[in-house]
């Protein structure tokens, strides 16, 4: 089978935890010839067997436990010597010319850093593929408008991103200290932070089966929420200071107390996972445990 155009330039990394429903589908869309790393965070599942029946040629490394996505991540990031690294959540699907058009973005924009597609749902509806910053996003509550051409963006989505290696060789890439959740944010401030442009080129599309890599369960839940908490208090220690921090966590702290005991009240016990996650993850950030 002829190797695909661009297997001499981009390199993909894919990140699994669990993800045995939807790996097969991702790694069937990777266009043939292109090295591509899949790095497991000790997953339970049948994930690994999948994948190497999959795509034979993948790099499959199996972490004895969960790092993370950011540090998994950057284990096959430290790796790659092609000029672009591309990476996919395994709930995504690639279509035919998808990394093409990233990679043709990136030669149209030389000071990109990231280059992103446009997300879609299975069902074809336009998923959020740019956001605002992380500490204006919540005061900016705009229905998601669909570029009709390239877009420089603040933030671009962490399910697929085409990343410029020589840029992250300078400046570093996902920071250790964050296991889940607002790395992809974390990454794009330091990116713009040093210069860097981040465009999302709407001409390539890739279809985002979202919030299927790993299988719902209350426990998975919790741990979600708690690092979700704990993360965007670290970013706002990480770019602004640690009093405003602290001010945001005794808020939130109060808040998802009170949610967390009114949800068990009335048996909502979902919510009340959800609520209980923030609250401990608000708990570890006072404490200084990582979560």
Known sequence: MQKHSSSKKVSIVIVTYNSSQVIEDCLKSIPSGIKTYLIDNASYDNTCKIAK????????IK???N????????TALEKIDTEYALLLNPDTVLEEDSIKKMIEAGDRYPDAAIISPALYLDNGQ?????????FSREQNKATYTEPSGDLCAECLSGAVMLLRMKCFKKIGFFDPKIFLFYEDDDLCIKARNAGYSLILAPESKVTHYMGESTPPTSKITYLKNK?????????????????????????QLYLYMT????YLCSFNFKKASKSY???????????????
């Open 63 to 65: 972490n004895d436990t």
């Open 259 to 262: 949610k967390a005991l009114l």
């Open 53 to 60: 029946q999959t795509l034979p040629n993948a790099i499959v």
């Open 67 to 74: 790092v993370g996505f950011g540090n998994a991540n950057n």
């Open 227 to 251: 690092h979700l908490l704990w993360s965007r208090l670290y970013l706002e220690e990480k770019y602004k200071d640690r009093h405003v921090a602290r001010l945001l966590a005794v808020s």
């Open 277 to 291: 996650g923030k609250l401990i993850g608000c708990l570890c950030y006072f404490t200084g445990i990582k979560p």
């Open 126 to 134: 336009p998923q959020q593929s740019y956001k605002t910053s992380v």
